[in-house]
């Protein structure tokens, strides 16, 4: 297969690979300082933290099975190979990567704070190809270290890199019980959620554990059950606390709501998390398992966007809103006090990860409805054309939208699944103006990175020129999931300070 877009990405994966990799370890750093050249650091810690490489992971396997050259595989492979025995904590089985623990390249060890994955969603179909049994054990390990009462599935985004009871894995012991409930430390985010899901489908799928796949599904049905039961609207966990910080944030009348509390409020990052990320996950988990195993998941993803655009879409984009479909906005909150503060309550505009949300479960689910509200958003980005004349469109603005998160890559991917579920090729006309447009924006020496500062390894961008490329054979291709790339070290720096 030879196209322009497989050029682009094969030179950026070999730049890539000579810029960011060393002789002593086949791990890679993050990224670049594009002003010195050097790789990114955090205080002299040079980084190399594998869950914010997990979308260059993809591309590399994506560029071999498009071109059905092995080398940037055997690559991978000979990179991914040393990560899981480099960064596996003998005591925990858990990596050191996510949002609080990295690794110093430079100096050859973990920094470690805690384990945290938030929306990270590793490629896990080439973790377990590596080392099925040390990804078996990561995620027990996951689990049990993140789970807090597996009665309720009560859990907390933060686990401890400590020794445990292996034979604790998957134990009989969940009862469910009535939902949301009062607890004040752990914090049953979605973000978190939905990544302890993802990877015990993936140990179901690659070592058959089917205690993985039943609790996944438990774990599923905690987000389910707090659904209203008139408007089908649902928030981001299934416990808040007591006294309530999102009461706190509000001006009167909300503020003496019973019923206001984190798990009835829908804010801008509840729409982009729970009805963005976490149902693009929750859509390739179901295609992924088929419907014997994945509906529950389809299920959950339509429900929640039926209600979302029941309740929350307006002018082409969404406003914040109560699980009663009380809608609410920056002017009902207090500035600087509570959880819920104005910023939180900014609608979300029209963008390209919920197009993908509206796309893909179009695709999957035959519900015309969503190739409306996809289309309705579509115009709301710029595409200005009647339902049906996609690839009459002239491209919208990079500037206009597509440079926050993985918007650019999303909407790619959103014009594909159109493409693929109505077989219009209107759609692949769009994707390919469209994504010559960013190339204009982009560029591949800085690792396709809209920084002027920082070149990250992370983009999504070249998997998706890479599904564009592949046309038909496009499903051969590792799958995208719209994930978050960060490295906070507040947790690391506060361990440091008390061990000192």
């Not at 050029?7 to 060393?22: H, Q, S, Y």
């Not at 999303?410 to 579920?421: I, V």
């Not at 002027?452 to 038909?472: F, N, T």
């Amino acid at each position: 297969m030879t196209d322009h877009y497989i050029d682009l990405v094969t030179r950026f994966a070999d730049d890539a690979l000579d810029r960011l990799g060393t002789e002593q370890s086949p791990l890679l750093y993050d990224g670049l300082d594009l002003a010195s050249n050097a790789p990114l650091r955090w205080e002299q810690h040079a980084l190399s933290n594998l869950a914010c490489q997990q979308n260059f992971l993809r591309a590399l396997d994506a560029l071999s099975a498009a071109t059905g050259e092995v080398r940037h595989r055997h690559r991978a492979d000979e990179w991914i190979g040393h990560a899981l025995n480099e960064l596996r904590d003998p005591e925990s089985d858990l990596l050191y990567w996510g949002g609080h623990s990295s690794y110093d390249l430079g100096a050859g060890a973990p920094i470690v704070g805690n384990h945290e994955l938030k929306c990270v969603y590793p490629h896990y179909d080439y973790l377990f190809r590596t080392d099925a049994r040390a990804m078996q054990r990561f995620v027990d390990a996951f689990w049990h270290q993140h789970i807090w009462d597996w009665s309720t599935l009560l859990f907390n985004r933060h686990g401890e890199y400590e020794d445990w009871d292996r034979a604790r894995a998957w134990p009989a012991d969940f009862t469910g019980g009535p939902v949301p409930m009062i607890e004040n430390s752990a914090l049953s985010f979605v973000n978190t959620g939905s990544d302890l899901i993802l990877a015990a489908i993936q140990d179901y799928r690659h070592n058959g554990e089917a205690r993985a796949l039943d609790w996944a599904h438990r774990l599923l049905g905690r987000y389910e059950a707090i659904r209203h039961p008139e408007t089908g609207l649902a928030g981001y966990q299934f416990n808040h606390r007591d006294p309530c910080r999102v009461r706190l944030s509000f001006k009167p009348p909300f503020d003496q709501r019973a019923d206001v509390n984190e798990t009835t409020v829908v804010t801008n990052n509840v729409i982009r998390t729970r009805y963005g990320r976490a149902a693009v996950t929750y859509l390739n988990i179901y295609e992924a398992l088929g419907p014997a195993d994945g509906r529950p998941f389809l299920d959950l993803v339509v429900r929640d966007l039926h209600a979302l655009a029941d309740h929350a879409l307006e002018d082409g984009g969404f406003t914040a809103v109560l699980a009663d479909g009380t809608r609410i906005g920056p002017e009902h909150a207090i500035d600087s006090i509570g959880y819920c503060q104005p910023p939180k309550l900014e609608r979300v505009p029209a963008e390209g990860l919920l197009f993908l949300a509206y796309a893909r479960a179009h695709r999957l689910s035959g519900a015309e409805r969503f190739l409306a509200v996809a289309l309705q958003l579509a115009r709301g980005m710029g595409w200005t054309a009647e339902t049906g004349e996609a690839g009459r469109l002239s491209p919208p603005s990079v500037e206009a939208w597509s440079l926050a998160g993985q918007n650019d890559a999303s909407a790619l991917f959103g014009l594909l699944d159109l493409h693929r579920a109505t077989g219009d090729d209107a759609y692949h006309a769009a994707a390919r103006s469209f994504a010559d447009l960013l190339l204009r924006h982009y560029r591949s020496d800085t690792f396709f990175s809209a920084d002027a500062v920082r070149a990250d390894i992370d983009s999504a961008l070249p998997l998706a020129l890479l599904h564009l490329a592949a046309g038909p054979r496009a499903p051969e291709l590792p799958v995208f999931y719209p994930n978050l790339t960060y490295f906070d070290p507040k947790i690391a720096i506060r361990r440091r300070e008390r061990n000192a």
